[in-house]
């Protein structure tokens, strides 16, 4: 299972990168919550706008996730929380008007140890994205990431999406 390889990436933040930023998430991830946890979307839904596109985002309190314990130090929606954080260290982002895979530079304590098995199982979660989220999420990666990700190299996903941006 991924989850055991992606914890073995993680330098132990405590929460300070994986639930301290935005998370973003499709209507159909939102619904999901909604149903899950009872709750109003305006408790947990904040809607970001740039450039003209609004984004889906799971409010914060403080600096944190609304659902992460800072107790525990666990997600209180991990069952049913976000491909965004699924895929956690990894994310899209769009490099040369093509989607790729990258990876925050600051979480994962040695890049070497990313290996065959974590890339495919990163490939599967981004399988789950339809195609137009996957090119929203990709696009809001760009404002968002500015300097903190690094492209895996030779990884690519098995067809690259072309961005009109």
């Known amino acids: 299972m991924l989850k055991k390889e992606l914890n073995n990436l993680c330098r132990g ?37 740039i450039n003209g596109e609004d984004y889906l985002m799971i409010k914060r309190k403080g600096n944190f996730c609304i659902f992460f314990d800072r107790n525990s130090q666990k997600c209180r ?32 304590k040695d890049k070497k140890i990313i290996d065959k098995k974590i890339v495919e199982g990163v490939i599967e979660l981004i399988k789950k994205f339809p195609k137009k989220e996957m090119i929203k999420y990709a696009l809001y990666n760009i404002h968002d990431q500015k300097n903190e990700e690094a492209q895996l190299k030779g990884i690519s996903l098995e067809k690259r999406h072309q961005v009109n941006s």
Do not use: W
């Open 77 to 108: 929606i991990y069952p049913y929380r976000p491909i965004d954080c699924q895929l956690f260290p990894f994310t899209l982002e769009v490099i040369n008007k093509k989607i790729n895979v990258t990876f925050n530079k600051r979480c994962i």
């Open 13 to 49: 933040c405590n929460g300070e990168f994986c639930c301290h930023g935005k998370a973003y998430m499709t209507t159909g991830e939102m619904k999901i919550i909604k149903k899950r946890t009872n709750l109003p979307f305006e408790k947990f839904v904040s809607i970001e706008s």
